[in-house]
């Protein structure tokens, strides 16, 4: 029963020095209060935070970041990728994953046209809107691991008293996009996650792709 | 899941909608002065995507603003004397705001309130209006029609009420820009009005969903 919501919205920014023809994709993850009982009010969480640089090191090459941008040095898109947790139980992780996934594929920027006098970028009503290029969909699937075993899809209880965490991530050619251990395992348990973690990955996958819009 | 009093209630109301939820009443940890009332703390937010514009993850100070008037709303409703030394925390969060979001706050709050079984004098309905010079009256506007700026919906004035319909008490008022005595009348009857309407509907699904949960 863990809820999340995946929300994209766009605005403009200036690019940075180092990286001037580029556009942002800033993930965020919000664990409010309203998730669970153990968040106390007041932002950010460490559980969040944490699981915002990790979406952040799995969505880098997610998209070009190059189409992003709209007038090199000057303006570009900054996409906010926010994901908010309505009920806590448990892998909020892949929840997070599957919506911001989801989102990712269904995002259509509107065209932007630039005023000639100001330089300034407007949306331009007529231009129509273009899909977000995604260069591969990252899927997550999650195991708790006890002693030598693992147990995938961990409720809250579950995690509480797990020994670690593997979370896994593929993308929809079944490459390894990330992979992050927090336990103290052997080589055939990853190995054997491993196996698992592709079958379910091609579940999350197909459900992906039944809510995706074609225009 | 861990024998802490949760309750929710969510609230649709034309394209807005929110999530209340109430933690308690619990422990305070922190060793303040003894109390003989309870406390209640109050959170609103907006989620990032829930406006037109970008929603910081930071409480702004509307936000703020917000949180404060839920606080002061249900400080009124619940009886603290039944819990001296304890919290009772609501936390809401606007999943997509088209209008009225503070009145719908103060509903859900209410109804989440009654949910986890916290003792209160009544129930709290909250709605919105929105009047304008040449007499025309909104009741529960959206986005658009509330805040707009940039359309036609400018002047006139604002208002807030949160009613406890069987005690027959304003137990919330706010009314913002500018209007004559006698229209102020008429806005604040319009607007109980409106909110003994819902006050009937939701008493109706609270006993109903009491009625499935009760054991056979």
């Known amino acids: 029963s863990t809820r999340v919501i995946a929300g ?43 699981m915002s640089n990790k979406l952040e090191t799995l969505l880098t090459d997610a998209t070009d970041l190059m189409e ?38 269904n ?10 006098e100001t330089g300034r970028v407007v949306l331009d009503p007529d231009g129509g809107k273009k899909r977000l290029e995604l260069n591969f969909i990252p899927i997550s699937v999650t195991l708790s ?34 992979l992050w251990s927090s336990a103290i395992i052997t080589d055939d348990v990853i190995s054997a996650a491993l196996v698992y973690v592709k079958k379910r990955a091609s579940v999350l996958l197909s459900v992906l792709k039944k809510v995706s819009k074609p225009s | 899941s861990s024998g802490i009093n ?49 929603c910081e993850p930071r409480q702004n100070f509307e936000e703020k603003m917000i949180s404060k008037c839920i606080c002061d709303a249900m400080e009124g409703v619940i009886l603290l004397e039944k819990f001296p030394k304890a919290l009772v925390d609501i936390s809401v969060q606007v999943i997509q705001d088209d209008g009225s979001a503070l009145a719908l ?81 008429d806005c604040i009857e319009t607007c109980w009005e409106t909110c003994l309407r819902l006050a009937t509907g939701i008493k109706n699904l609270l006993q109903e969903s009491i009625d499935s949960d009760a054991p056979r």
């Open chain 1, 8 to 50: 994209i919205k766009g605005k403009f920014a200036e690019p940075t020095i180092n990286n001037p023809n580029s556009g942002f994709l800033i993930p965020n993850v919000i664990l409010p209060m309203t998730c669970n009982t153990k968040y106390k009010p007041g932002f950010p969480s460490d559980k969040g935070i944490a």
């Open chain 2, 105 to 185: 706050a103060l509903t859900a709050a209410s109804v989440a309130l009654i949910n986890a079984n916290i003792e209160v004098k009544d129930l709290v309905v909250g709605t919105t209006l929105r009047y304008f010079e040449n007499s025309d009256v909104l009741v529960d506007p959206t986005a658009e029609e509330e805040h707009g700026p940039f359309s036609k919906f400018t002047g006139g004035a604002g208002f807030h009420l949160a009613v406890l319909p069987s005690l027959s008490q304003i137990s919330y008022l706010k009314q913002t820009g500018k209007i004559e005595q006698s229209q102020a009348r």
């Open chain 2, 6 to 54: 949760a309750e929710y209630g969510y609230i649709e109301m034309g394209n807005t909608k929110l999530i209340a939820a109430v933690y308690g009443p619990k422990e305070i940890l922190r060793r303040e002065e003894f109390s003989l009332k309870g406390k209640v703390n109050c959170e609103f937010k907006f989620m990032p995507f829930s406006r037109a514009h970008y």
């Open chain 1, 68 to 105: 992003l941008c709209l007038i090199p040095g000057k303006v570009a898109w900054v996409l906010y990728l926010d994901v908010v947790c309505i009920n806590d139980d448990g892998n909020v992780m892949d929840a997070a994953v599957l919506a911001l996934s989801a989102a990712l594929n």
């Open chain 1, 145 to 178: 691991v006890f002693d030598d075993k693992t147990l995938p899809d961990p409720t809250e209880d579950e995690e509480d008293i797990e020994d670690g965490t593997i979370t896994c991530c593929l993308d929809n050619e079944n490459n390894i996009r990330a």
């Open chain 1, 107 to 116: 995002t259509w920027l509107p065209a932007t046209k630039i005023i000639e």
